[in-house]
Every structure is written in structure tokens, then in C-alpha cells.
């Protein structure tokens, strides 16, 4: 149910409707956009750091930015969100967080049933578009999923493995029983920090 006119949620907090968010804010709706129960986007002035309040934070660019709250952890923030280069971003860990009922193992973001399309964790790609993940790496020309170590499994039965520093990880394949990629391209890896799982790079 929609909050009566002015609302109180502040940006990057969750809402429903443009009259939940504080003046000057809209609702970035769950569908289509993906946002885990909506998202109240309002924008902001990077010359202006405390233009967004306490404990929020602008972010963006000089000509793009908008205002998230502020973290250190990923327990500083709500459910649906994770704490992300110093933000609040969406993200859903589980379906339980998305008011459809579906979150996207690939991109954690708020879906209708439909399957995602494309190339799944690490596999081969040339743009964006190719990749269940909507991220193709220009360098290394492989979908990449991101993942929490601990936290949060990765889809297709892959490995998350943490990058050096953060607590952030990237989800790659499992080496087959003999120790083997399907990929002649990648090499079967050891990740001691989840157990002693093997993993394909």
C-alpha cells in the first residue's frame, strides 16, 4: 500500500510507489527494473557530499549521481541489499527477497518466471547481451557472475572464489571429477578458502 503524500523512505531504501519516497525521489519499481522491493532513487550533487543526509552517501559522477546510505558491511544494510564499495546496492540473495518471488541467480536482481537467456558462469562471449549476467568481460571475453563468498552460492554448481581484497568473489566453474575443464582454455585450480573446492581459470 502506497505511503501518503510527503513519504518518508529515503534513497536506495525499498518502496512501492513514487509517494513512499521523500521529496524530490521516485520509485524505481521491483518489475521491470529489478530492484528488490523498489528502490527510491533521488539524485544528487557529488560537489554537495552531504547533500543526501545522514548516513547516506552520493555516488556516481559529476553529471550522474544519486543517493544510497552508507556502509561498511553487508549487515549494515536491509534486506535486498548488499554493502558495495561503500553503498547500500540491490541485490537479492534469495527469492524470499523479491516481492515476485524471483531472484535472478545470475545478475541478483527481481525477475518475472521467465528464465534467463544466454551464456551461463564463465562461459564464452563476445558483448553484454551474450551473458545471462549481462556482463561480458572485454578483456578476457567470459561471462562473469559475481558472488559472496559464504553468504550467497553461485548458479550452475560454481565455485565462488574470493577476490584479494574485499569481501566480494567472482563465481567460476567446478573442475570435473578427474580434475578436468570442459574448456581446453581454463585450468583446474584449488580454492583453499572454500573448503578445498576446485574450480576452473
Known amino acids: 500500500m502506497c505511503a501518503p503524500l510527503p513519504g518518508l523512505v529515503l534513497g536506495g531504501d525499498r518502496c512501492i510507489c513514487d509517494?513512499?519516497?521523500?521529496?524530490?525521489?521516485?520509485?524505481?519499481?521491483?518489475?521491470?527494473?529489478?530492484?528488490?522491493?523498489?528502490?527510491?532513487?533521488?539524485?544528487?550533487?557529488?560537489?554537495?557530499?552531504?547533500?543526501?543526509?545522514?548516513?547516506?552517501?552520493?555516488?556516481?559522477?559529476?553529471t550522474n549521481a544519486f543517493c544510497f546510505q552508507s556502509c561498511k558491511t553487508h549487515d549494515d544494510c536491509t534486506i535486498g541489499r548488499i554493502c558495495s564499495n561503500g553503498v547500500c546496492t540491490a541485490y537479492c540473495?534469495?527469492?524470499?527477497?523479491?516481492?515476485?518471488?524471483?531472484?535472478?541467480?545470475?545478475?541478483?536482481?527481481?525477475?518475472?518466471?521467465?528464465?534467463?537467456?544466454?551464456?551461463?558462469?564463465f562461459e564464452k562471449c563476445v558483448r553484454n547481451d551474450d551473458c545471462r549476467s549481462r556482463l561480458c568481460s572485454p578483456t578476457a571475453g567470459r561471462c562473469l557472475v559475481g558472488c559472496i563468498p559464504g553468504r550467497v552460492d553461485c548458479p550452475d554448481g560454481a565455485v565462488c572464489v574470493k577476490f584479494p581484497t574485499g569481501d566480494m568473489g567472482l563465481c567460476l566453474p567446478p573442475c570435473g571429477d578427474d580434475g578436468a575443464c570442459g574448456d581446453a582454455a581454463l585450468t583446474c585450480k584449488m580454492d583453499t578458502a572454500s573448503g578445498g573446492r576446485k574450480y576452473c581459470f
Do not use: Q, W
Not at 513512499?20 to 560537489?47: H, T, V
Not at 535472478?104 to 518466471?113: E, F, K, N, T, V
Open 19 to 62: 509517494s513512499d519516497c521523500e521529496p524530490g525521489a521516485n520509485c524505481g519499481r521491483e518489475l521491470p527494473e529489478g530492484f528488490p522491493g523498489g528502490l527510491c532513487i533521488k539524485s544528487c550533487d557529488k560537489a554537495m557530499p552531504d547533500s543526501c543526509g545522514a548516513g547516506r552517501v552520493c555516488t556516481g559522477n559529476a
Open 93 to 121: 540473495a534469495a527469492d524470499s527477497e523479491c516481492d515476485s518471488n524471483h531472484c535472478d541467480p545470475y545478475r541478483r536482481l527481481c525477475r518475472d518466471a521467465t528464465p534467463p537467456k544466454g551464456a551461463g558462469v
